[in-house]
């Protein structure tokens, strides 16, 4: 099959975009600028020819062409998720912090071993405060 040059990033900002209804909400969600938001959409609606949003003082209201690739968009992105979940494995992240006096050159007084030991799916990050 032979696939247009889609930029790989739209189709993400694109998704996001719609599910908030809003360049602004989809740029806090994604980190980055509303311009870049908007960049990313008008290279898709560019690529495949047709206004995905009509944009209003309300928001963004998808047109027919805009809620055509959603569900396919959606399906996709998930299937992805699964795919990573399965090969990575799921590492959900916690944080603990701990915050103490330099001791022995900013160390905690544990060694390495014993806190590998106690909690060993953990990474230790030692910085001094």
Same mark, same amino acid.
């Given at each position: *099959? ?10 993400? +900002?694109?998704?996001?975009? *719609? ?13 980055? @600028? ?9 290279? #898709?609606?560019?690529? #495949? ?6 944009? @209003?003082?309300?928001? #963004?209201?998808? @047109? ?13 992105? /998930?299937?992805?998720?699964? +795919?990573? /979940? ?23 007084? @544990? ?7 106690? *909690? ?10």
């Amino acid at each position: *099959m032979d696939r247009p040059d889609l930029p790989l990033n739209a189709p993400r +900002v694109f998704e996001v975009a *719609m599910r908030q209804s809003s360049f602004t909400k989809a740029a806090i969600e994604l980190r980055v @600028t509303q311009a870049a938001v908007s960049h990313q959409v008008a290279r #898709l609606e560019d690529l #495949l020819g047709a206004a995905l949003f009509l944009r @209003t003082s309300q928001g #963004l209201v998808p @047109t027919d062409e805009g809620r055509l690739p959603l569900p396919v968009l959606e399906h996709g992105f /998930d299937a992805m998720a699964r +795919v990573l /979940d399965r090969l990575g494995g799921r590492r959900d992240i916690e944080v603990l912090t701990v915050r103490s006096r330099p001791i022995r050159r900013n160390r905690l007084s @544990t060694s390495p071993a014993v806190r590998r030991s106690a *909690m060993p799916n953990s990474t230790f990050i030692e910085r001094q405060v």
